[in-house]
């Protein structure tokens, strides 16, 4: 078997408020293997993001145990294990498309070709090849959440990391990036840590679907889905999918009940 690309044991964050602590996570276990896809739902102020923010070493927890590929948190960010794809596309206005792109592989001083090659290499990933040249407010949205992408996919990160990064979309221009999505992940093999609110997003994206509760975040369900990993957007009015999106609406539910 192999081993875990992340491992988290009876995990907590409390934060301490001017008003007293508020207990953001709680007793949490989950294992991610290699090559999973994960999605995390539930409801606002559940932890979904701050889970994320804990993998990412930009939060420290509090309680129990998290480690990314083996190492804690910290010490994989140093080692660049992750990509990490925030709700907004967080683009400079001032630099190109190639130039945001670029950005992280400057900072990280790798050379002028290697450079050159890897942004050519992941703007072809993300189908946005003919836009190098141009300005972030040149695109429509859903092309800017891709050219975020490719800047999260920039320096081959095993894990990519995605906070809610279609939520502000139409549902047709984020039926057409999950479906890039989930062919984005079948060519690179990357471990996808994915927060959303939408049922069928979880759904039709997953391996595992991590479903949490009311603050405290807590883990009421793992779902390891049965669907093929080729899924055509048609997959979503299957039987086995509507009985999976059920169990996730159910859930739901249980963990509201058990915050009551």
Request: aromatic share 8%.
């Amino acid at each position: 078997m192999s081993a875990p690309v992340i491992e988290a044991r009876r995990l907590g964050l409390t934060f301490h408020a001017a008003d007293g602590p508020v207990h953001a996570l709680k007793d949490v276990d989950l294992t991610i293997g290699p090559g999973e896809f994960v999605s995390f739902i539930g409801p606002s102020g559940c932890g979904k993001t701050t889970f994320l923010r804990c993998v990412a070493a930009l939060e420290q927890p509090t309680e129990g145990t998290l480690s990314v590929n083996g190492v804690p948190p910290d010490e994989a960010r140093r080692r660049r294990a992750y990509g990490y794809v925030f709700q907004a596309a967080g683009l400079y206005p001032w630099r190109t498309i190639a130039g945001n792109v670029r950005l992280p592989l400057e900072i990280m001083g790798f050379p002028r070709a290697e450079r050159a090659e890897r942004v050519r290499r992941v703007l072809e990933l993300v189908e946005l090849q003919g836009f190098a040249s141009k300005f972030p407010w040149q695109l429509s949205g859903g092309m800017q959440q891709r050219a975020s992408i490719a800047r999260a996919l920039a320096f081959d990160a095993e894990i990519l990391l995605m906070d809610e990064p279609f939520g502000a979309l139409d549902e047709i221009v984020r039926d057409r990036l999950n479906e890039e999505l989930l062919k984005l992940w079948a060519r690179t093999g990357k471990t996808i840590g994915f927060v959303t609110h939408s049922i069928p997003e979880a759904v039709y994206l997953s391996t595992k679907i991590v479903v949490m509760s009311p603050r405290p975040g807590r883990i009421t369900d793992v779902i390891d889905s049965p669907l093929p990993r080729e899924r055509p957007l048609e997959i979503r009015d299957s039987p086995e999918f509507i009985a999976i999106a059920h169990r996730v609406r159910e859930g739901l539910r249980a963990g509201h009940g058990d915050a009551v």
